[in-house]
């Protein structure tokens, strides 16, 4: 499934379903849910209206993952879905302005770097925006990862590839794909690394990838311990301004590590903290669920959702803390002033 708001009053539900028929056979289909003033409303509103306004597309292919990202139509900015199958395709959907219905149209059109990719299923799609740039990455259910990386042009308004593409060989079906940048700051996000995770025992990180280095990997020890590695996430836990790694595995193990440099000035990652669960996990997300301001960590396991706060004296003394920077900086800039 997957969700977004194309503005601030649009909502977009997607999911994929199966219905098994009595001879035993499956068929799938695409379920899009939309709801143009969703703003107006409040949220126990907006989910029962939502739930009136379906489309259902049906699927001749076994759906292996959502995703949605933003595309340039005409100098507009459209957002789209990308629906991974196991015929080895990536299909494209876009709402028609004109019907207000979901449409498929070719993904060569968008993405030729996806369109090429045929040789085997996509497991896990990540498309990410950092500063000017944007990553397409890839990762197929017979080891393979493709990247590619555009630049954005403005003198055609739109990303444009930077170099060929570049492709690892990984030997594990690839769970998940997280491109990341060291620093949580949007403004200035330093060096973009990205995550891989196998369904054989493996996490990596490919540091530096926007300049397509995918020969010097990173590989997070721990997580050989337990099992397949099945999700992994990207957020700041410790509000230090640097991004931190979570990975959930199929050994029941939360695992958070932390970018560091070694005696040799070389990036490293190590553990800093870790939690048991009771069942696989399956995926990992981070969301402001109580609107605190604060974001709180929703571990999504074979049996249930589990959501961790985080620690509010920790928080409050480090929003203290940055009370206090910025007052010093009042100050100094005050002294500059006079």
Request: hydrophobic share 40%; aromatic share 8%; proline share 3%.
């Amino acid at each position: 499934m997957d969700t977004f708001s194309s503005d601030q009053s649009n909502l977009v539900f997607a999911l994929t379903t199966v219905h098994t028929e009595g001879d035993g056979q499956h068929n799938f289909t695409l379920r899009i849910y939309s709801l143009d003033d969703a703003s107006q409303m409040y949220i126990e509103e907006a989910i029962f209206r939502i739930a009136e306004q379906c489309q259902v597309i049906r699927i001749p292919f076994t759906p292996m993952q959502l995703f949605h990202t933003r595309i340039n139509i005409n100098g507009e900015s459209n957002t789209c879905l990308l629906l991974c199958g196991n015929d080895g395709g990536v299909h494209l959907y876009l709402r028609n302005k004109s019907t207000n219905k979901w449409e498929e149209e070719h993904v060569r059109s968008y993405f030729p770097f996806l369109a090429s990719l045929s040789e085997s299923s996509i497991l896990s799609l990540e498309i990410r925006e950092i500063g000017d740039l944007k990553i397409v990455a890839a990762g197929c259910q017979n080891g393979r990862l493709h990247v590619s990386i555009m630049k954005f042009d403005t003198s055609v308004g739109d990303f444009v590839p930077m170099d060929e593409p570049a492709c690892v060989v990984l030997f594990s079906p690839i769970t998940s794909i997280s491109v990341f940048s060291s620093s949580s700051s949007k403004v200035s996000p330093g060096d973009i690394h990205m995550l891989v995770t196998c369904a054989v025992e493996r996490a990596i990180i490919y540091c530096n990838v926007d300049k397509l280095v995918l020969n010097r990997p990173v590989y997070l020890k721990e997580c050989s311990q337990y099992d397949s590695v099945l999700c992994s996430n990207i957020m700041d836990v410790d509000w230090d301004g640097n991004n931190e790694i979570l990975v959930g595995t199929y050994g029941r193990e939360l695992l958070v590590y932390k970018q560091d440099i070694d005696h040799h000035n070389v990036l490293t990652f190590k553990l800093i903290w870790q939690r048991s669960f009771s069942h696989p996990i399956y995926q990992i997300a981070n969301l402001d669920l109580n609107q605190d301001g604060i974001e709180e960590l929703i571990v999504a396991t074979q049996h249930g959702i589990h959501i961790l706060q985080p620690n509010l004296e920790k928080a409050k003394l480090e929003l203290l803390k940055v009370l206090e920077d910025l007052k010093s900086l009042k100050n100094e800039l005050k002294e500059l002033k006079e």
